[in-house]
């Protein structure tokens, strides 16, 4: 557990790759620039958001498989895919694919549920199968099963020249150990223990009872640890929305306050029908940030994190975060940058 005598160990980001519409391919190059940017700096890890009919990331894994050639060692993340507008067996693919160009460094991070406004995207997406399709924990199931290598066919063997497999292919061992889950309730956190995968906790979770959102938070990583085999010893990352300014402007300071003001109202109490609670933005030098992580109860359950970067600012405003991130906060929590 990080306290000011014992040092934080692992520091990632996450961006939601935010583009033009009329001219995307700026927005995508920039997305891979800053990852890029992320590994010089010695970040242990770089994630991308995932965003569908929106000007954000809508391929996450596409975009990977773009970084993993303009990188070598930062490991590459995905927080997350919603499994609704997913195939489990073709994902499966997608992610053995990536990881193996990666080398072994890729960390899908995933969730369940309906599809975002679905009773606008169901005839789009699912024509024919809307109304039985399964958004439940059984869809992760169905994909933690192709990525282990258990068979997704009865048939295999040779068929004139082809060969085929009743397994995924490419497959890659060392991946269901890297499998996420991203999680805002209690439920989920304890279903993600239940199937062995890593927990991403992030800035947002659902106030299903009494407490600030530190200790929902700090409840769901303790559910999660009970549920998993490994207990203690379960992976976990924190991902607030974090935002240094050692070295920033006049003008960016005053940018990132009202940045940050704009969205505090949300963390007053719970929101809409599901009780989303939003954890407050953190703006300032690093070392009051350190001190208010300090004193955070779930960043206290925590050895690792991924801060996500604001969606709408500027490159050089990123150029200044991650700088700041790397040199002054990571620092201020005892991490150390990782080396090429």
């Known amino acids: 557990m990080p306290t000011p005598s014992e040092p934080l160990g692992k520091l990632g980001f996450l961006t939601i790759g935010s583009f033009d519409g009329d001219d995307p391919g700026p927005g995508h190059e920039t997305t891979l620039q800053v ?16 965003r569908h009919l929106q000007y954000g990331i809508s391929s996450p894994v596409a975009v990977l498989a773009a970084a993993t050639q303009r990188t070598r060692r930062i490991e590459l993340g995905t927080a997350v ?6 195939n489990p067996l073709r994902l499966a693919e997608d992610l053995a694919t990536v990881d193996v160009l990666s080398g072994g460094r890729l960390n899908p991070g995933i969730s369940v549920g309906p599809p ?35 068979p997704a066919t009865d048939f295999h ?44 906790t992030s800035s947002v979770v659902r106030a299903e009872g009494p407490g600030t959102f530190a200790e929902i938070q700090a409840a769901h990583i303790a559910a999660f640890r ?4 490994g207990g203690a010893a379960a992976r976990v990352s924190q991902g ?24 505090t109202p949300r963390t007053a109490e719970p ?21 208010e992580l300090y004193a955070h109860a779930g960043f206290r359950e925590v050895r690792e994190v991924v801060f996500a970067l604001p969606f709408s600012f500027a490159p050089e405003d990123y150029l200044q975060i991650l700088t700041d ?14 080396t090429t």
């Open 116 to 150: 975002m406004h679905y009773a606008d995207v169901r005839d789009a997406l699912y024509p024919d199968t809307a109304d039985v399709e399964d958004f439940s924990h059984e869809r992760v199931s169905r994909l933690l099963r192709h990525v282990e290598g258990k």
């Open 157 to 200: 063997g040779t068929e004139g020249i082809e060969v085929f497999s009743d397994i995924v292919q490419p497959h890659s061992p060392g991946l269901r150990s890297r499998m996420w889950y991203g999680a805002a309730s209690l439920s989920s956190a304890r279903r993600a223990g239940e199937h062995g995968m890593n927990l991403l």
């Open 325 to 338: 991130m790397a040199t002054h906060l990571g620092p201020a929590l005892g991490w150390r940058p990782a």
């Open 81 to 86: 895919i919603p499994l609704g507008w997913e």
């Open 271 to 291: 929101q809409g029908p599901a009780r989303m609670l939003f954890a407050r933005d953190i703006v300032g030098p690093s070392a009051r940030i350190a001190e």
């Open 226 to 229: 009970e549920a998993h085999p």
């Open 35 to 50: 990852v890029e940017l992320g590994e010089r700096l010695g970040f242990d890890s770089a994630w991308f958001r995932h």
């Open 240 to 263: 607030l929305v974090v935002i240094p300014t050692d070295s920033a402007s006049a003008e960016q300071k005053a940018k990132y306050q009202a940045y940050a003001d704009a969205r």
